[in-house]
């Protein structure tokens, strides 16, 4: 059996520079993020690229997504977030991530999302959080963590918001301290 991956003409997208708002690319096999397709769309808001099998975002530096404020890359093939992996799609305020194979986040993965409102980690292999992650990201309201295996979460941005880690999800001896329940005397001392 023959395997071939699908990749995405640069110039894919010609004509549609000023007009293209919202694009689905699910299920099509697509290995690498199709950056340099995409960096002209300069009205992308909605990006959909569930169900394929891209495992990064490859900066290439100067290719940016200025617009995009939803991106979908759940059931794709993710097994880490490195350092600045979404530089390229800084103004992104709703991240999906479910259903990839993650076991670590770079404390500085998140960090160009400035405006990141809600994030979706649900069902992948994350069990540690630097407490550094989600400094940048002080508009961040929503989290989702549940189906992880989470022994320890601390340092969330002093910003009110909902976590979401299922109770099956929590491991023997786990802690959870948010930024303002690190303050509180009753909590101090515990890491």
């Not at 293209?20 to 290995?31: G, I, V």
């Not at 649900?122 to 540690?128: A, C, E, F």
């Not at 909902?162 to 948010?178: E, F």
Request: hydrophobic residues 40%; negative net charge; aromatic residues 10%.
């Amino acid at each position: 059996m023959i395997y071939s991956s699908v990749v995405v003409s640069e110039y894919a997208f010609a004509g549609l520079e000023d007009s293209l708002s919202e694009l689905d690319m699910a299920e099509n096999k697509l290995q690498n993020f199709p950056i340099k397709s995409l960096r002209r769309l300069e009205r992308l808001r909605h990006l959909r690229l569930a169900w394929n099998e891209i495992n990064a975002i490859h900066d290439d530096s100067y290719s940016r997504l200025n617009s995009l404020l939803y991106l979908d890359l759940s059931f794709n093939n993710f097994e880490k977030l490195e350092e600045h992996s979404f530089r390229s799609c800084p103004a992104i305020r709703t991240l999906s991530l479910y259903y990839n194979v993650i076991e670590s986040v770079h404390q500085d993965a998140l960090s160009s999302l400035r405006d990141l409102q809600s994030l979706d980690l649900s069902h992948n292999k994350i069990v540690y959080l630097d407490p550094l992650t989600f400094q940048s990201n002080k508009k961040l309201r929503s989290i989702d963590l549940s189906h992880n295996h989470v022994h320890y979460i601390s340092g969330f941005c002093d910003q009110p918001m909902v976590v979401k880690l299922g109770i099956q999800d929590i491991q023997p001896y786990s802690v959870l301290v948010s930024g303002r329940a690190a303050t509180i005397p009753a909590f101090t001392g515990i890491k």
